[in-house]
């Protein structure tokens, strides 16, 4: 197949020298517009057949959308280009679209897009041209450019796609960890007692009824160190009317808490 070109222009030139046909240059462009927010997406005829101008149609932020592509082989004139965005921008004004979006595999420059984005108005123009392909480099890119392009992954962009979804892993562990934190609040902070490896309610004749009639049991917030469930550790013991300077306190390293979400014992401290 021979060396691959570097830096992007690999991507690139597939792009420009197009030769998959209409079918799949609308699946692309779908599934592009779908990584960049676009919702409720809704191909006309990828097969062939009368589209009245729009390719494909879709919705954003509450925006009605109609959507062209123009992905012929090779660099085509600014005068040819215009003119399909132009012919196909009459299709997105009879649908009342709010917004026309022109995929294209064709190079523009800033000039170029403004003068097209002037011809839209008032409708919002949106144009992903050659150069914004280049999101097909990235990490959410890789599996369209190898689906479409036949592009594979070099070492260096496994370890970025990698390092893209452990990243992403980290970010849903800590959203749930964030929810749980918000349902342990909605719900009241459980309780649980500190557990010891001595019996002091036996030791000192201590019994549940004395506890239910003068216990002031002392009790602190903890964070388990497995899940972060937030919850009080408790030890009903430990202060009771006329009793609190007949027993030693005891020492941390010897008392335990069992979150009551994942089940950690963990030392009290």
């Known amino acids: 197949m021979g060396t691959r070109r570097e830096g992007g ?38 097969l062939g057949g009368r589209d009245s101008g729009k390719d494909i149609k879709c919705t954003k932020d509450g925006r009605s959308v109609v959507v062209a592509i123009y992905f012929p082989r090779g660099q085509q004139l600014f005068s040819a280009i215009k003119k399909k965005f132009s012919d196909d921008l009459v299709g997105a004004k009879k649908q009342k679209a709010s917004e026309f979006v022109f995929v294209t595999n064709q190079e523009l420059t800033l000039a170029e897009r403004a003068e097209l984005e002037d011809i839209a108005k008032p409708i919002l123009a949106t144009i992903y041209h050659l150069e914004r392909g280049a999101c097909l480099d990235s990490p959410k890119g890789y599996g369209l450019r190898l689906e479409f ?21 980290t970010e849903i562990r800590e959203g749930i960890k964030q929810l749980s934190r918000r349902r342990s609040a ?23 009824q004395a506890l239910a009639v003068g216990a ?9 160190k497995n899940c972060e469930e937030i919850f009080r550790a408790q030890d009903p013991a430990t202060f009771i009317p006329g009793m609190a300077s007949t027993y030693p306190s005891r020492p941390d390293s010897l008392r335990t808490v069992t979150c009551p979400s994942c089940g950690k014992v963990q030392k009290y401290s």
């Open 186 to 208: 909605a719900e009241g902070i459980r309780t649980v007692n500190i557990e010891s490896e001595d019996d002091l309610f036996g030791m000192y004749g201590i019994t549940s």
């Open 9 to 46: 222009r690999e991507t690139w030139n597939r792009l420009r020298e197009w030769d998959k046909g209409q079918p799949d240059s609308e699946r692309l462009a779908a599934r592009l517009l779908s990584g960049e927010g676009y919702q409720d997406i809704d191909p006309s005829h990828p």
């Open 216 to 224: 002031m049991p002392y009790s602190k917030l903890m964070e388990c």
């Open 149 to 169: 392009l036949s592009i594979e992954m070099t070492k260096e962009e496994q370890i970025s796609f990698f390092n893209e979804r452990d990243h992403m892993l």
